[in-house]
C-alpha cells in the first residue's frame, strides 16, 4: 500500500470551475512534487516543494497553483482549466531536499485522474 | 521483440525467461538513476536504484547497470513472471529534480 495519499481519486470539472487536489504523507520526508501524466506517457515534473517552500516550478501555466501548508499537505488548486489539462496527476515525496540527496527514492501515490470537460 | 513508434515501446518475454529494459539518460550531473513501474491504474512503484558513482548494482531478481559513458541504463529481470508485466520508466534524479524517461511495457507470455 502506497504511504501517500491523494484525494480525489476522480474529478470532472468544469472550465470555469475552481477545484483541488490534495495529498497527504506522514513519513517525514520534506520534499513533495506534483507530476502530471497523459496517457501512455511518462510523467511530467510541474512543481517541487522543499522543507514547504517551491523550490522547482517547470514553467506551469498559473491556472495550476500549488500549495504546502505543512510538512504533511501539498495540493494542487485548479481553477480556469482548459480540456488538454486532462491527465493523471501524481503526488510524491522523498527523504532528503536539497542539497545532494542520499537515495533515489520517490514515493508516488496513486494519483488523481482529472477531466476537464 | 521490441517495437518502437507512436505507441509505448514494448517487450514481450516468455513467462521464465529474463527480460532486458534499455534506456538513455540525458543528465550527466544527475545523482542517481532509478528504475519504476507502472501497473494500470496506480502510480508509480520504485523498484531499484543506483548512484552515478556505481556501475551495477543487485536487488531480488533485478540488477540495474549504468554505463555513464554513453549515457545509457537497463533493468535486468531475472526468471520474468506474470505479475512483472507492466510498464517501467527510467528515471535520472539531481538533488530533488527528478525527470522520467520515456517508457516501456513489458507483456508476460505465459
Known amino acids: 500500500d502506497t504511504e501517500v495519499t491523494q484525494t480525489p481519486k476522480h474529478l470532472v470539472m468544469g472550465m470555469t470551475n475552481k477545484k483541488s487536489l490534495k495529498c497527504e504523507q506522514h513519513?517525514?520526508?520534506?520534499?513533495m512534487y506534483w507530476y502530471k501524466q497523459k496517457a501512455k506517457k511518462p510523467p511530467e515534473l510541474m512543481f517541487v516543494?522543499?522543507?514547504?517552500?517551491?523550490?522547482i516550478n517547470e514553467s506551469v501555466p498559473s491556472r495550476f497553483s500549488p500549495e504546502c501548508p505543512n510538512s504533511s499537505l501539498l495540493n494542487l488548486h485548479l481553477h480556469a482549466l482548459q480540456p488538454e489539462d486532462s491527465a493523471l496527476y501524481l503526488c510524491a515525496s522523498s527523504r532528503a531536499p536539497g542539497g545532494r540527496s542520499n537515495t533515489g527514492e520517490l514515493f508516488f501515490g496513486e494519483g488523481s485522474r482529472l477531466t476537464v470537460l | 521483440g521490441e517495437s518502437v513508434g507512436l505507441h509505448l515501446p514494448t517487450l514481450s518475454v516468455q513467462e521464465g525467461d529474463n527480460s532486458i529494459i534499455n534506456c538513455a539518460y540525458s543528465n550527466s550531473a544527475s545523482d542517481y538513476f532509478i528504475w519504476y513501474k507502472q501497473e494500470s491504474g496506480k502510480g508509480p512503484q520504485f523498484i531499484i536504484d543506483?548512484?552515478?558513482?556505481?556501475d551495477k548494482r543487485q536487488g531480488q531478481r533485478v540488477t540495474v547497470l549504468l554505463n555513464k559513458t554513453v549515457k545509457h541504463l537497463s533493468l535486468q529481470i531475472a526468471a520474468t513472471q506474470p505479475g512483472d508485466s507492466a510498464v517501467y520508466f527510467c528515471?535520472?534524479?539531481?538533488?530533488?529534480?527528478?525527470?522520467f524517461g520515456a517508457g516501456t511495457r513489458l507483456t508476460v507470455k505465459p
Open positions: 528515471a535520472e534524479k539531481e538533488n530533488n529534480d527528478m525527470r
Open positions: 543506483i548512484r552515478s558513482n556505481m
Open positions: 516543494y522543499s522543507y514547504e517552500k517551491l523550490s
Open positions: 513519513m517525514g520526508h520534506r520534499a
